[in-house]
C-alpha cells in the first residue's frame, strides 16, 4: 500500500459504509436497542437531510424543468382490486428455498444451479426444501373485523397509484398527450433476504415517473427518457464509470414491460439496480380499464381520436440512491496536515494524515457550511453565532468549536460538508473570514458581507474532481 501524498488507502466497502453511517448519524439500524428490526432503517440528523436533498433533486429535475409532467401523492392503502389489475396478487412473487439444517432462507433464482439441482445449502451443505412461491405483498386488515372482507395491502410499488389517478389529472390539469406524473412515496416489500446494509429493505421510498404517450410514439419517448435519466446521473456529479445499462432478456421482463433497461451502478458488493426505465405498454390501463369498468381511453380532440396510452415508466428507489450517493462520495485519502488561519498546525499528529471524505455535491450535502470559530474566547464564538444566523437564511448550517481546527475539519470531511467558515482574530480586525474548500482544502479570505453570494456561485460552479 502506498503512502506517498494523494494516494488512496481503499475504496469504498459496505462495512466502511455502515460504520460511517452510524458513526456520524446518517443511518440507524431500525429499533436497536431491541436487537434491531430485520429489513428496516431509520434514518439520522445528516441521514433525512440527505434522503430530503435527494428527493428535492429528482422532483426539481422531473416537474419544476418538465412543464409536461404534474405531481402526485396518492394514498399507501388502495383498493385490493388494484393488485388483482395490476398483476400482484398473482404475479408478484419469489421463489423461496429453507436450508432444513442451518435455517437460512434463500430466493432460488439467487442458489447456484448445481446447489439448487442437488438441493444442497450454499452455506452449510445442508439439505434444501422444495421451492416454493412466496407473494412478497405485506397484507393487512381494514376495519374492526380480521376477515378476508376487510383485507388489504400495504402498496409494494407507487406506479398503480399514478394509472388509477390518470383520469383525475387529466380532466383536472387538461393534460394532453404526452405527459408525466411524478410521485416519491412509501412502498412496502415482504422480502426473503434483506442484506447489504440499505440497499434492499421491506420498507423503502420510491421516485417514480410515469410518462403517457401515443401508441407507436413509445419507443422514442423511451429511447428520450433513458438519455434524460444517465444524463441526471451525471448532473449530480456521479463518477460515471461506476454507471452502465442492462437490457432486460426476454426470461427478465417483467409480465407488463414491453421493453426494460436498468441503470447499474458500481457498489461495494459489485454490479446492481440504481433505476429501471421500462416501456410498460398499454398494459397497465388497460388492466385497470377492465377491472374497474371505467373508460380509461384518452380522447386526442386535435386529432379526433381515442386511444389507451402507452406508458414510459422510470422508477428508483430514493434509499438505494441514498446508499448510492453515500458509495460514490466515499474517498480515503493522505494529505498533508492543515495549518490553522494564523499560520500554525491545525491539529496534533504527523505531517501528513490519512482523512475520510465524502465528496458529495453541494446540492445534496446535509451540511451546506460549518461555521468554526478558531478559539471560544475574546468573542470569536459570539461573532460565529452571528454569521451563521446570517448564512442559515440561504443554507443548512453546523457549528463546531471542540477541539483543534484541524480535527474539526476532518470531521466536517467525514459529513460531507463543502465548506468550511473559520471565524479568527483577523475577523474582528477587517471583517474578513476564511473560507475553506472539503475537495482541495484550500483556504481564502472572503469578506464577510461578500460571503453568501460566494458560496452560491461556488455551488453552482461546481465539479467534482
Not at 368 to 383: F, Q, R
Request: net charge negative; glycine share 8%; proline share 4%.
Amino acid at each position: 500500500m502506498s503512502e506517498e501524498k494523494g494516494e488512496y488507502r481503499g475504496k469504498a466497502t459496505m462495512e466502511k459504509i455502515t460504520s460511517l453511517a452510524k458513526r456520524r448519524g446518517f443511518v440507524f439500524q431500525s429499533s436497536e436497542i431491541y436487537g434491531g428490526q430485520n429489513g428496516a432503517w431509520d434514518y439520522g440528523p445528516l441521514g433525512v437531510e440527505l434522503k430530503n436533498r435527494i428527493a428535492r433533486a429528482w422532483w426539481k429535475e422531473m416537474t419544476q424543468l418538465h412543464d409536461d409532467i404534474a405531481g402526485l401523492d396518492a394514498a399507501i392503502l388502495m383498493h385490493p382490486r388494484t393488485w388483482e389489475a395490476s398483476g400482484h396478487v398473482e404475479n408478484f412473487t419469489d421463489p423461496l428455498v429453507d436450508c432444513k439444517k442451518c435455517k437460512t432462507r434463500f430466493r432460488a433464482d439467487q442458489i447456484p444451479p448445481e446447489n439448487l439441482a442437488q438441493k444442497k445449502c450454499p452455506e452449510c451443505g445442508g439439505e434444501l426444501t422444495d421451492t416454493r412461491k412466496f407473494n412478497l405483498m405485506f397484507k393487512t386488515h381494514i376495519g374492526p373485523a380480521e376477515d378476508s372482507a376487510g383485507a388489504i395491502y400495504l402498496r409494494p410499488e407507487t406506479a398503480q397509484g399514478i394509472y388509477v389517478n390518470y383520469r383525475n389529472i387529466v380532466q383536472s390539469n387538461r393534460m394532453k398527450i404526452p405527459f408525466g406524473i411524478a410521485q416519491i412515496g412509501k412502498a412496502f416489500r415482504n422480502e426473503i433476504v434483506t442484506k447489504n446494509f440499505i440497499f434492499r429493505t421491506c420498507e423503502f421510498e420510491q421516485m417514480e415517473m410515469q410518462y403517457f404517450v401515443k401508441p407507436g410514439d413509445d419507443v422514442k419517448w423511451f429511447d428520450e427518457w433513458k438519455k434524460r435519466r444517465w444524463a441526471y446521473y451525471e448532473k449530480l456529479g456521479v463518477k460515471m464509470d461506476s454507471l452502465r445499462w442492462h437490457r432486460h432478456g426476454p426470461d427478465e421482463l417483467a409480465h407488463y414491460a414491453k421493453d426494460a433497461y436498468d441503470i447499474e451502478y458500481l457498489f461495494p458488493m459489485g454490479w446492481r439496480e440504481l433505476e429501471g426505465i421500462h416501456n410498460r405498454s398499454d398494459y397497465d390501463l388497460s388492466r385497470h380499464a377492465e377491472y374497474s369498468g371505467k373508460d380509461l381511453k384518452y380522447i386526442d380532440q386535435d386529432n379526433n381520436e381515442r386511444y389507451i396510452p402507452f406508458i414510459i415508466e422510470t422508477s428508483a428507489g430514493l434509499t438505494r440512491t441514498l446508499l448510492m450517493i453515500l458509495c460514490d462520495a466515499y474517498d480515503e485519502e493522505l494529505v498533508p496536515n492543515e495549518k490553522n488561519p494564523g499560520g500554525s498546525e491545525g491539529s496534533a499528529g504527523s505531517a501528513d494524515d490519512w482523512r475520510t471524505v465524502l465528496r458529495f455535491h453541494p446540492d445534496l450535502a446535509p451540511v451546506t457550511a460549518a461555521v468554526l470559530p478558531l478559539m471560544k474566547k475574546d468573542g470569536l464564538a459570539e461573532l460565529a453565532e452571528d454569521i451563521r444566523a446570517e448564512l442559515k437564511e440561504d443554507f443548512t448550517t453546523g457549528y463546531d468549536q471542540a477541539g483543534a481546527i484541524g480535527r474539526r475539519y476532518r470531521r466536517q470531511d467525514e459529513a460531507g460538508t463543502p465548506f468550511c467558515v473559520t471565524i479568527d482574530y483577523q475577523t474582528k480586525e477587517d471583517g474578513t473570514v476564511t473560507l475553506r474548500f472539503r475537495d482541495s482544502m484550500e483556504q481564502v479570505r472572503v469578506p464577510r458581507a461578500e460571503l453568501i453570494e460566494r458560496i452560491r456561485r461556488e455551488i453552482k460552479q461546481y465539479k467534482r474532481g
